[in-house]
């Protein structure tokens, strides 16, 4: 069974700091790029960060840069969002997802919110 499975999510105050896991099992996990998306209510899904299978090359929203890290460890299958800085506007459910370039593979995780308020 393929399962993404978020956590991480909540409340957290503007200017605070979060981090988010995803814990992945039932493929590959080192064969696959990870992705974070975010959807917030009435806009579209939108792609916050990027790392290739090997980690290293990183790639990241123009709204989030220079406010979040996207790490992975391999041994743990695990890829990880951190975020500081927060704001109301990155309030949104966070996605995780797996991508395998070749054969156009890719997962979901079914999201944890991340609430940015007062």
């Known amino acids: 069974q393929v399962q993404l499975v978020e956590s991480g999510g909540g409340l957290v105050q503007p200017g605070g700091s979060l981090r988010l896991s995803c814990a992945a099992s039932?493929?590959?996990?080192?064969?696959?790029?990870m992705r974070w998306y975010r959807q917030a209510p009435g806009k579209e899904r939108e792609l916050v960060a990027a790392i290739a299978s090997a980690g290293g090359s990183t790639n990241y929203a123009d709204s989030m840069k220079g406010r979040c890290t996207i790490s992975r460890d391999n041994a743990k299958n695990t890829v990880y969002l951190q975020m500081s800085s927060l704001k109301p506007e990155d309030t949104a459910v966070y996605y995780c997802?797996?991508?395998?370039?070749?054969?156009?593979?890719?997962?979901w995780g079914k999201g944890t919110l991340v609430t940015v308020s007062s």
């Open positions: 039932g493929f590959t996990f080192s064969s696959y790029s």
């Open positions: 997802n797996a991508r395998l370039l070749i054969g156009d593979v890719n997962y």
